[in-house]
């Protein structure tokens, strides 16, 4: 079991930034893929960002290609993920996902089975 709590969202404006950061516990060294995925009001699901643990891989989405930017602290168990050049359209919840068992198919929220509660991130015009 791996338990996520996301931290670091807020209300920016556009052009600006912001960085999150998910601090992970349980079975953090069993987990293959973890993922930055977000939820704008009224919508599905939306992939931002995910690598795989021991590989190393990084997939971004291509609307924060250039943009954001995904890291991690081994020794805090935490992931961040640093937005600049904020959008309107990139105002959402914002989670940190977590998949154990290998998975080829990254950009599918589905995928993902432990999931924290989110951290709003608002972008004003």
């Known amino acids: 079991q791996v338990q996520l709590v996301e931290s670091g969202g807020g209300l920016v404006q556009a052009g600006g930034s912001l960085r999150l950061s998910c601090v992970a516990s349980?079975?953090?060294?069993?987990?293959?893929?973890m993922a930055w995925i977000r939820q704008a009001p009224g919508k599905e699901r939306e992939f931002v960002v995910a690598?795989?643990?021991?590989?190393?891989?990084?997939d971004y989405a291509d609307s924060v290609k250039g943009r954001f930017t995904i890291s991690r602290d081994n020794a805090k168990n935490t992931v961040y993920l640093h937005m600049n050049s904020l959008k309107p359209e990139d105002t959402g919840v914002y989670y940190c996902?977590?998949?154990?068992?290998?998975?080829?198919?990254?950009?599918?929220?589905?995928?993902?089975?432990?999931w924290g509660r989110g951290t709003q991130v608002t972008v004003s015009s």
């Open positions: 996902a977590d998949r154990l068992h290998y998975t080829s198919h990254y950009e599918s929220s589905h995928e993902y089975e432990y």
């Open positions: 690598t795989t643990w021991a590989g190393g891989r990084i």
């Open positions: 349980g079975r953090t060294r069993s987990t293959y893929v």
